[in-house]
């Protein structure tokens, strides 16, 4: 609605919202477009200063694009251009084989992600990097039209307010590490116009494909848009002029343009929802309570970085006319109330539990519970625009200047203040203040000159503000990037590719680490996956074979031990050392599909006794532990040995002379002396798991010492060394390829070995078996598989010679029908919903073109004769 000094009539803005769109249309293209060049000059501006990616010389040091988003968009470079071994629904190379839609639904379906295709693979920073620039300049563009929508008004101030909104402090302390959730940035205008158009009564089908462009970019952040603009929808309704019968409508409108919009990119969710519920649960959230008020209030204001409360500045500009808004006499002071209401409540909804929930989807996020203040944020800007509209005096001004004096003192003492909060807000609020005053004289050559001044304020601002909170952001211990795509993350590229023999070995880019996802970087087929959607089945069963983890499990890694390795088919692996950082090691590894004689063996109860199940022979010798002069006793019902903290703890055992240790100890943390070499564990349950850590060679004796020094009291198991015999692995993987399958052919979602005829036995594929697989025994009906140890399985019955299997996506399906559906609803209502006259006229010009469709044909085929 459109919002004047005097509540209007329902015709009167029905006129006013007519008049608005028929009205000239000086700056309607310039004043978006300059806002978005202010807003990305800006952005790049401060960088450039700062020295940050793509400037400056710590341009190849990022931030933490460099650890997660980076390696996901190489990856959607490959499958653009058909250079990875899976596609969309899965991927080969990380966990050893994983699901991937849910993945490219949450991480890469930012449109902007898809400028990866027009870049070499190894300037993919590049376009991460536009991701964020690109999403600041639309969304600014798209916030200064809105604004319009809202209120009626010159351009060009619109622009300047709405900079502050492309360029908040969510943007540069929360959005711009994840790419794909600023994507939520341009949802929350583009709901907006749906909204304002369920007020004007037309374009609905328009209205529900931008509701479904806003949530097949990012349906996270899209529903906090969208709940964020139904709630301004609602103070609109509330301050509208029509009867309620009419609001009514208007909200019922509004409902089923949101839900076909979302039915028509249904697969999003129906995808994710599932890959959610079925993977690995991260580290349990949970929220320790509002921020001081200090705090809180500390957050309206520029230059900060802290991450005690919402991160909803947007500048002193907007900040200072949203202060003085509740003091303009000129604007009725029922819509005063109902804006500053709606403020405030959504403000203090960020920092109650119950509404946290319903702002993030019913669940605590686990790296900060204010993931949503963009909305406020959008809604801060709208307000100050509806202050600015209305021309505030003088005198109004000094009040909101007044209440930023208090802001100032209350927040003094806040963590989140700075050097630059003082300037920024002081100089720059009296530099706005002045600038405000001057914009009401008369004269346009004095509005001109005022209003550039204006913007120029803003950019120089924007510039300072960002360059503030990216310094004070480098201090922070936490933040630690990782390279990426330097030289050496090439060199080992071009060193896993080398020896890349999928599917008749893997390439494991491990154990050594350039990022969280290096085989979506380098290529090849490795354990390591950082992913909100890993299944759970997959990091239990690289947990229970005795790989680490980070995360809770969210983040898994390679196998670092032999039979690990040779169990997966990992025939070769990058190590740690030599001159570039990594060496390239070889490994002999039995293939990607073995066959097991007889039936499965019952599940073990230790990591040895597992890799023997999987390998199909007996390689370890698992000896007793001999506490050295009785120093450790075992305390608990399972014979785990009890630690103290700073204690040495020594235990004896006898191995075969010649054979490799390995300790399982995957949460203890402290060292771990053994063989004259110390290491240094940092494990924590359930956070961080250890995996099978290598001891050394037992020396002729077989006699060796093992030393634990916890850095807390903790338990160890039982029986945690394990002797490897290397001449028995040798042996086992021999027998494994010669009783293996003829072939093994591996698609983008499928894997099929063929058997000599009648083999007989079980069928091992080295592959998490995770949910949504299918396998099928010479053309038999497809049936879920079996598990060995987390690995797929498939009885080959009296004797078969084709094994089968392919993934499919759960939840694909169901969503593809629910899209159908919406589609026929999208193109049904519109003519169904047409005015009488309108159906008749468009049937008319429906026949008209196919008559006239007919006689071309006639023509045609007269001259053809």
């Keep these: 609605m459109v919002l004047t000094t005097s509540s209007p009539t329902a015709g009167q803005e029905q006129r006013q919202r007519s008049g608005r769109r028929s009205g000239p249309r000086g700056g309607a293209v310039a004043a978006p477009a300059a806002s978005a060049a202010v807003s990305m000059g800006a952005y790049c501006l401060a960088m450039a200063v700062h020295g940050t990616y793509p400037f400056g010389a710590r341009s190849r040091a990022v931030n933490d694009l460099g650890n997660q988003f980076v390696p996901f968009h190489a990856h959607l470079w490959d499958l653009m251009r058909g250079q990875t071994e899976g596609d969309l629904f899965f991927n080969w190379g990380s966990g050893y084989g994983v699901p991937f839609l ?38 600014t563009a798209l916030m200064t039209v809105w604004l319009g929508r809202l209120r009626p008004g010159p351009p060009w101030p619109r622009a300047a307010l709405a900079v502050g909104y492309g360029v908040s402090a969510w943007t540069v302390s929360n959005g711009f590490a994840d790419p794909m959730w ?16 369920c007020l004007d009564g037309r374009r609905w089908a328009l209205g529900a494909l931008l509701v479904a462009v806003s949530w097949a970019g990012n349906f996270y952040t899209a529903a906090m848009a969208t709940l964020g603009m139904l709630l301004v929808l609602l103070v609109r309704l509330l301050l509208d002029g029509r009867p309620w019968p009419l609001r009514r409508r208007v909200l019922l409108r509004a409902a089923s343009m949101t839900a076909v919009g979302v039915a028509l990119v249904a697969p999003v969710l129906t995808v994710t929802f599932p890959a959610s519920r079925a993977s690995q649960p991260g580290p349990v959230a949970g929220y320790l309570g509002p921020p001081p008020l200090r705090d809180y209030l500390a957050h309206l204001l520029p230059g900060g970085f802290h991450s005690s409360g919402p991160q909803v500045s947007v500048g002193v500009l907007p900040l200072l006319l949203v202060l003085s808004y509740p003091f303009m006499r ?15 409540l959504v403000a203090l909804s960020y920092v109650w539990t119950p509404t946290i929930l319903l702002w993030h989807g019913l669940a605590l996020p686990n790296g900060g519970p204010y993931r949503a203040s963009f909305t406020l944020a959008g809604m801060l800007v709208a307000v100050a625009w509806l202050a600015l509209a209305a021309r505030p005096r003088p005198r109004e001004l000094l009040a909101g200047a007044g209440v930023l004096g208090v802001v100032l003192v209350v927040a ?61 952001r480098d201090r922070e211990e936490w933040w630690r990037p990782k390279r990426t795509l330097d030289a050496q993350s090439l060199a080992a590229r071009r060193a896993v590719r080398a020896e890349d023999r999928w599917p008749a070995l893997r390439s494991e880019p491990g154990p050594h680490e350039f990022a969280d996802n290096d085989p979506l970087l380098l290529g090849g087929q490795g354990g390591s996956y950082y992913s909100s959607y890993l299944p759970a089945r997959t990091a239990l069963m690289l947990r ?113 002379p ?26 924590w349950f359930p956070m961080t798991n250890n995996g099978l850590v290598p001891l050394g060679t037992v020396p002729a004796g077989g006699e060796a010492v093992l030393t634990l020094t916890g850095d807390r009291a903790q338990d160890v198991p039982r029986s945690p060394v394990g002797c490897l015999d290397r001449g028995a692995l040798a042996a086992a993987v021999a027998r494994a390829k010669g009783s293996g399958p003829r072939s093994v052919t591996a698609g983008g979602h ?93 049937l008319r010009e429906c026949a008209a073109r196919r008559l006239r469709r007919l006689r071309r044909l006639r023509r045609i085929r007269t001259r053809s004769r």
Excluded: K
């Design 102 to 139: 849910a993945d490219f639904f949450t991480y890469l379906m930012n449109p902007f992600s898809w400028l990866v295709a027009l870049f070499p693979r190894d300037r993919v920073e590049l376009p991460v990097f536009l991701v964020t620039l690109l999403c600041i300049g639309l969304a």
């Design 182 to 197: 600023m994507w939520g940035l341009v949802a929350l205008p583009l709901t907006g116009f749906a909204y304002d158009w």
């Design 330 to 344: 000129r604007v009725p002071g029922r819509q005063r109330a109902a804006w500053c209401l709606l403020l405030v």
């Design 412 to 472: 003094g003492p806040s963590a989140y203040f700075t050097a630059a909060t003082w300037v920024l807000t002081v100089a720059g609020g009296a530099v706005v203040v002045a600038l405000l005053v001057l914009l009401r004289r008369r004269g346009r050559g004095l509005r001109v000159a005022v209003t550039g001044a204006l913007i120029g304020t803003v950019f120089v601002s924007t510039v300072f503000t960002v360059l503030s909170v990216t310094e004070q």
């Design 544 to 656: 229970g074979l005795g790989a680490g983890w980070y995360m809770g499990g969210r983040h898994t890694v390679g196998f670092e031990d032999p039979v690990g390795r040779a169990v997966m088919g990992v025939g070769s692996y990058l190590d740690h050392g030599g001159p570039d950082g990594f060496v390239r090691r070889t490994a002999d590894a039995v293939p990607l599909v073995t066959l097991r004689p007889g039936a499965p063996a019952p599940a073990a109860d230790t990591v040895f006794a597992r890799q023997e199940q999987v390998l199909g022979a007996r390689v370890y010798a698992v000896p007793a532990l001999r506490p050295v002069g009785g120093a450790a006793r075992a305390e608990r019902p399972d014979g785990a040995w009890r630690l103290s903290r700073g204690v040495r703890r020594s235990f004896a055992f006898t191995c075969a």
């Design 658 to 683: 010649g054979s490799s240790a390995f300790a399982y100890v995957p949460w203890f943390s402290g060292t771990l002396d053994a063989f004259g070499s110390v290491r240094r564990l940092s494990a």
């Design 750 to 842: 499928s894997v099929e070995a063929v058997f000599p005829r009648r083999s007989t036995g079980t069928a091992l594929v080295a592959v998490p078996a995770v949910r949504g697989w299918r396998c099928s025994v010479d053309g038999a009906a497809a049936q879920a598989p079996g598990r060995i140890a987390g690995l797929i399985a498939v009885p080959l019955g009296p004797g078969a010679t084709r094994v089968a299997c392919a993934y499919r996506t759960p939840g694909l399906r169901a969503g593809l029908l629910v899209s159908g559906v919406a589609v026929v609803v999208l193109l049904v209502v519109p003519v169904v919903s047409a005015p009488p006259d309108s159906r008749r006229r468009a």
